[in-house]
C-alpha cells in the first residue's frame, strides 16, 4: 500500500513540471528532449517486471530501486545541470564520502553536536564546489580535468585527515533521533527518507530549469558560451554556482549516508561518477551541453537504478547488469540523438497532417 | 548636416609584428546601408570585432552621435546600441525561438514569491517580431532554433537586434551560406532595417548583394581602406576588379611584401 504513495509523486512531480499549459500535439511530444528517455524507462521496467516476478513489482522491488534512485538522483541532477551548461563534475565521487568523513569525525568522533556535522558536511561540498568553478572559469582548463584533479586531490585529503585525526578509514556515527529521522532513516521500514529529499530537489531543480530565467542562462552558456556572455549572462557566477550546487548535493548525499548506516567509509561514493554521469546521458542531455530537461534526467536515473537493482530480481547472475547498463546507454544515445535530430526536422506541417 | 550615427577615424589595429588595420576611416548615417567589401583576410572581421567590442584599436577614435566612444566588452557595444548578427544568425541551435530571442533579458511575471520566466509572452513576442519581418511560417515560439533555415535564423537574430532597440545593425555575410531565394529575403529585411532608420554595416563578398541594399560602399584591401564610393559612383564591374585584384592584386601584393619587410610591418600608405 504504501509502495504506491510513495512511488506516485516521485514520477508524477517531474511530469506537472513538464507538461505545459497547453494540450500537447504529436509534435510537441516528439521534440520533448526526454521521450527517447521514456521509452527506455518503460522497456526496461516491462523487462524486469516481466523477469523479475512479483518481488520486483512488489513495494520491497520498488523500495530498493527508488532508494538507489533517489540518492542517485539528488546528484544527478545538479550534475545534469553542469551538464546542460557545458561542464562536467566528476569531484562528486569523493566530495561524497569527504562528507560522510566530515560528519562523522565531527559529531561520531569529537562528538559535536549534529548540526555541527551537518554544516561542516554541506560546508565542505560548497566549499570543493567553490573551488571548481573558481579553478574552470580562471584557468580555462576544462572542467573534465579540473574535477578530476579535485576528485583525486580530496580523496587523499580524506583519507589522509581520517587517519591522521582518528587512526582509521571508518569511522561510527550515532545521531540525534530528529536528525536521523530526517535524514538517513526508512520510512515504512524500507523506503529511505533520501526519496522525498530527491523529489524536492527535483521541484527546485526543475524550476530552475524551466521557470526562471536562470534556466535560460543554463541553456545558453551550454549552448555558445562566449554568445551567452555577450548576450549579458554574468557566465562566470552561474559556473560557480552550478559547481556548488553539485558539491552540497554531494556533500548531502555523503551526509545522510554517514546517518543513515550510522557510519562512514574513506572508500564510498566513487560509483557515483560515472553513474550520475550515465544517469544524466540516458535522460536524453546532450554531453556537450546546451540541451537536456529534469524530466528526462528523473527518467534516466530511474531506468539505471531499475537495471542496476532489478537484475537481482531476475534469475541472472547480477554480473550481467553492467552489460545491460553500457547497452543501454548507447542505445539510450542513439535514441536521444534521433529524438533531438526530429525535434529539429520538426515543422508545423507535421501538426496539421496528424490532425 | 548632422553628424553621422557612427564615426571612425584613423582606426589601426595590429596583432603582433602584423598589422591588420591600417588608418581606417568610416562614416556610417542612419538609414543608411554600408556595405564593407572585401577578400577573406582583408581585415572585415577585425573592423567588425573592433565595432562590437571584441577588440580595442590600437589607435584611432570611434564616436556615436559626435561622441567619442571606447568598447571595453561586448557588452558596453551593444550597450551603444550596436549589434552584430554572424553569419549563421542564433547561435543557440537547441535553444526554442522564444528563449533563444530573449536570452540574457528575458520577459518575467510574478507568480507568488517567485519570478517566472514568461515563456508565453517570449514566444509571443519573438513570433511576431519575425511575422513583421515577412517570416509568416513560424507560429510556434517553442520551435527549436536548429529547425530554421539559414534565412530564417537571419531574420531571427535581425528580429532581435530590432526589438532590443539596436542603431547600428552589423551584419557579418549574412547572404554567404543562403539560396537565392532566402538572400532575397535577407536583402528585404534588411531594407526594412534601413527603413526604421538603423544604420546598418553590411559585410560581403556579393557585389550584387551590395548594390540591391548599400547606399555607401568601402572596400578593403589587407588592411586598407582602398576605395570609399556612394552609390551610382562606381559600376559592379568596377567593384568586382577592386575586390578581386586581378593583375593589381598581384603587383599590389608583391609591392606590399617587399614594402613590409623594409618597413617592420607597416603596409604602404594609400596613394589615389
Known amino acids: 500500500m504504501k509502495s504506491e504513495t510513495l512511488k506516485q509523486p516521485s514520477v508524477n512531480a517531474p511530469a506537472v513540471l513538464a507538461s505545459p499549459a497547453s494540450i500537447p500535439s504529436v509534435g510537441s511530444l516528439v521534440r520533448r528532449p526526454e521521450m527517447g528517455s521514456l521509452i527506455g524507462l518503460v522497456a526496461v521496467f516491462t523487462f524486469f517486471s516481466v523477469f523479475g516476478g512479483e518481488t520486483f513489482v512488489s513495494a520491497g522491488g520498488a523500495a530498493s530501486w527508488l532508494n538507489v534512485a533517489s540518492e542517485l538522483g539528488i546528484i544527478a541532477l545538479p550534475v545534469g545541470l553542469l551538464m ?5 563534475d566528476l569531484s562528486v565521487g569523493s566530495v561524497l564520502p569527504a562528507s560522510s568523513m566530515t560528519i562523522a569525525i565531527v559529531s561520531g568522533h569529537f562528538r559535536a553536536p549534529i548540526v555541527v556535522g551537518i554544516l561542516a558536511a554541506l560546508g565542505l561540498g560548497l566549499i570543493v564546489g567553490f573551488i571548481n568553478g573558481l579553478l574552470v572559469i580562471r584557468t580555462r582548463v576544462p572542467s573534465f580535468v579540473v574535477t578530476l584533479a579535485t576528485l583525486f586531490a580530496v580523496a587523499g585529503l580524506t583519507l589522509g585527515f581520517s587517519v591522521i585525526l582518528t587512526g582509521s578509514t571508518s569511522v561510527a556515527l550515532k545521531s540525534a533521533p530528529i536528525a536521523k529521522q530526517l535524514l538517513g532513516d526508512y520510512v515504512g521500514g524500507k523506503f529511505e527518507v533520501t526519496i522525498f529529499w530527491w523529489i524536492a530537489v527535483v521541484l527546485i531543480v526543475g524550476f530552475i530549469l524551466n521557470f526562471s530565467r536562470y534556466g535560460n542562462w543554463i541553456l545558453a552558456m551550454g ?10 549572462i554574468p557566465t562566470d557566477r552561474v559556473t560557480i554556482a552550478l559547481f556548488m550546487s553539485s558539491g552540497l548535493c554531494a556533500a548531502f548525499v555523503g551526509m545522510s549516508q554517514a546517518i543513515l548506516y550510522n557510519s562512514a567509509q574513506v572508500a564510498a561514493g566513487q560509483s557515483f561518477i560515472f553513474n550520475s554521469i550515465i544517469a544524466v546521458v540516458i535522460g536524453g542531455v546532450l554531453l556537450t551541453g546546451g540541451y537536456g530537461s529534469v524530466v528526462g534526467i528523473v527518467l534516466g536515473t530511474l531506468t ?3 537495471v542496476n537493482q532489478g537484475i537481482f530480481y531476475t534469475g ?3 554480473n550481467w547488469a553492467s552489460l545491460i547498463i553500457g547497452v543501454l546507454l548507447l542505445l539510450a544515445v542513439l535514441m536521444n540523438n534521433t529524438f533531438r535530430m526530429m525535434a529539429l526536422t520538426y515543422a508545423p506541417r507535421t501538426k496539421t497532417k496528424a490532425r | 548636416m548632422t553628424s553621422p550615427l557612427l564615426k571612425l577615424t584613423g ?12 588608418d581606417i576611416s568610416l562614416e556610417v548615417n542612419r538609414g543608411e546601408v554600408l556595405c564593407l567589401l572585401g577578400d577573406n583576410g582583408a581585415g572585415k572581421s577585425t573592423l567588425i570585432k573592433i565595432l562590437s567590442g571584441v577588440h580595442k584599436p590600437a589607435s584611432g577614435t570611434m564616436e556615436m ?4 566612444v571606447a568598447f571595453d566588452s561586448p557588452r558596453a557595444a551593444s550597450d551603444h546600441g550596436i549589434a552584430t548578427v554572424h553569419q549563421f544568425g542564433g547561435t543557440f541551435p537547441l535553444m526554442s525561438i522564444g528563449r533563444s530571442f ?6 518575467t511575471r510574478r507568480c507568488g514569491p517567485l519570478n517566472v520566466y514568461d515563456r508565453k509572452r517570449a514566444n509571443e513576442i519573438a513570433v511576431e517580431e519575425m511575422r513583421q519581418l515577412g517570416i509568416t511560417r513560424i507560429d510556434d515560439g517553442d520551435r527549436l532554433v536548429g529547425s530554421l533555415s539559414g534565412g530564417e535564423r537571419q531574420a531571427l537574430a535581425i528580429a532581435r537586434a530590432v526589438y532590443f532597440g539596436a542603431s547600428v545593425l552589423i551584419l557579418d555575410e549574412p547572404t554567404a551560406a543562403l539560396g537565392v531565394k532566402e538572400a532575397a529575403h535577407v536583402l528585404r529585411i534588411v531594407l526594412q532595417a534601413r527603413q526604421k532608420g538603423i544604420a546598418v554595416i553590411f ?7 551590395a548594390l540591391t541594399v548599400g547606399n555607401h560602399f568601402a572596400v578593403l584591401i589587407r588592411g586598407s581602406k582602398a576605395a570609399d564610393f556612394r552609390k551610382g559612383e562606381k559600376s559592379r564591374e568596377e567593384i568586382t576588379d577592386l575586390m578581386a585584384g586581378g593583375e593589381q592584386m598581384a603587383e599590389l601584393e608583391a609591392e606590399v611584401e617587399s614594402y613590409v619587410e623594409s618597413h617592420r610591418g607597416h603596409p604602404p600608405p594609400l596613394v589615389g
Do not use: C, M, Y
Open chain 1, 84 to 88: 546542460i551548461a557545458g561542464h562536467l
Open chain 1, 223 to 232: 549552448g555558445d558560451s562566449v554568445s551567452a556572455r555577450n548576450a549579458g
Open chain 1, 304 to 306: 539505471f537504478s531499475i
Open chain 1, 316 to 318: 541472472f547472475d547480477a
Open chain 2, 11 to 22: 582606426i589601426n589595429k595590429s596583432f603582433g609584428p602584423i598589422d591588420v588595420l591600417h
Open chain 2, 65 to 68: 552621435d559626435g561622441k567619442g
Open chain 2, 102 to 107: 530573449f536570452v540574457g533579458a528575458e520577459p
Open chain 2, 203 to 209: 559585410i560581403t563578398h556579393n557585389v550584387v548583394h
